[in-house]
């Protein structure tokens, strides 16, 4: 049995947040086909590219609804037109995201400012891989412009992508007097979101549930209770505990903040799927939140 303050830290402690985060890159890439994408529109000023496509881990999407902390690649294959110089190609890329009011998200003037060699690849790829988290939320939409310019000629490509982003639709909630601002699996080790919710075995999975609200407090103070069950397809429980805080109280200002209980699967044979079930409750009134999700186990 964990000791109350380990239960404490693995509550609100360490802070398994997601945050907007760029990725951008540049490689040689074989000529793939691609199918038109939904919000997409591109612009071509000298620099020629027809096969511009998304994807994130699972490979190419064809959406612009992204789930809140998936990880999703916008992709320029074989771009051409650039001006050589010593037989390397030196491209600009200038990436603005603006939410529905047309405040600014992101910016960054040039994500090759660093680069003075150039790049000595054919077929010529350029990507920026994008996690659609904090400052973006869910049940919001955005839109995304990308150009790309030649900077030994002038040559440009101008392209803006409308989207939208959703919570994940696998995790079911059911609240009663409460509210929250996000909800969504989380892989500590790899620092990143589980979407295709498979799961690893020996490893801290998250139900991460920010921006919770709705319980009593009393002297900056909150009394809830955390029940996690994990039960596989033959309705066997893996793990059950009914309440992790006990009677000890949490701080209210952190709990708003971040709740996060979480489960481990050891190696070894389970029924998938498997379903993580968490209610959190105030001990206070009947204010409650429920959610559960069922996930496959990989490796068994």
């Known amino acids: 049995?964990?000791?109350?303050?380990?239960?404490?830290?693995?509550?609100?402690?360490?802070?398994?947040?997601?945050?907007?985060?760029?990725?951008?890159?540049?490689?040689?890439?074989e000529d793939v086909s691609s199918k038109p994408i939904p919000g997409l529109a591109t612009k071509e000023g000298g620099l020629i590219c027809k096969d511009i496509y998304l994807s994130n881990d699972d490979g190419k999407i064809n959406t612009n609804s992204f789930i809140y902390g998936d990880q999703?690649?916008?992709?320029?294959?074989?771009?051409?037109?650039?001006?050589?110089?010593?037989?390397?190609?030196?491209?600009?890329?200038?990436?603005?995201i603006l939410d529905k009011k047309k405040d600014t998200i992101m910016f960054n003037p040039d994500l090759y400012s660093d680069?003075?060699?150039?790049?000595?690849?054919?077929?010529?790829?350029?990507?920026?891989?994008?996690?659609?988290a904090n400052?973006?939320?869910?049940?919001?939409?955005?839109?995304?412009?990308?150009?790309?310019?030649d900077k030994k000629g002038k040559g440009t490509l101008d392209t803006s992508l409308e989207f939208k982003v959703i919570p994940d639709p696998k995790i079911a909630t059911q609240t009663n007097g409460v509210s929250?601002?996000?909800?969504?699996l989380y892989s500590q080790k790899k620092g990143s979101s589980i979407i295709n919710n498979?799961?690893?075995?020996?490893?801290?999975?998250y139900l991460v549930i920010q921006g919770l609200q709705g319980f009593v407090k009393e002297n900056g103070k909150s009394s809830v209770g955390v029940r996690i069950e994990v039960t596989d397809a033959d309705g066997n429980?893996?793990?059950?505990?009914?309440?992790?805080?006990?009677?000890?109280?949490?701080?209210?200002?952190?709990?708003?903040?971040?709740?996060?209980p979480s489960f481990i699967i050891t190696k070894g044979k389970v029924q998938n799927p498997i379903v993580f079930s968490v209610r959190i409750w105030d001990k206070k009134s009947d204010?409650?939140?429920?959610?559960?999700?069922?996930?496959?186990?990989?490796?068994?």
Do not use: Q
Not at 198 to 205: F, G, R
């Open 180 to 184: 929250f601002d996000e909800i969504y």
């Open 72 to 96: 999703i690649a916008i992709n320029f294959n074989n771009i051409k037109g650039f001006k050589k110089e010593n037989g390397n190609t030196f491209p600009g890329l200038r990436l603005l």
């Open 198 to 205: 498979l799961v690893p075995t020996n490893e801290d999975i």
């Open 237 to 260: 429980i893996i793990l059950k505990e009914e309440d992790l805080t006990k009677d000890a109280p949490l701080d209210a200002s952190e709990l708003e903040e971040i709740i996060a």
């Open 115 to 132: 680069n003075t060699n150039g790049f000595d690849l054919s077929p010529l790829l350029l990507f920026s891989k994008v996690m659609v």
């Open 1 to 29: 049995m964990r000791s109350i303050n380990s239960i404490l830290n693995l509550l609100v402690k360490k802070k398994p947040l997601l945050y907007l985060v760029f990725v951008f890159a540049i490689s040689s890439c």
């Open 287 to 300: 204010h409650e939140i429920k959610a559960n999700v069922k996930l496959n186990v990989e490796n068994n």
């Open 135 to 149: 400052p973006i939320h869910s049940d919001n939409s955005y839109k995304a412009y990308v150009h790309v310019w």
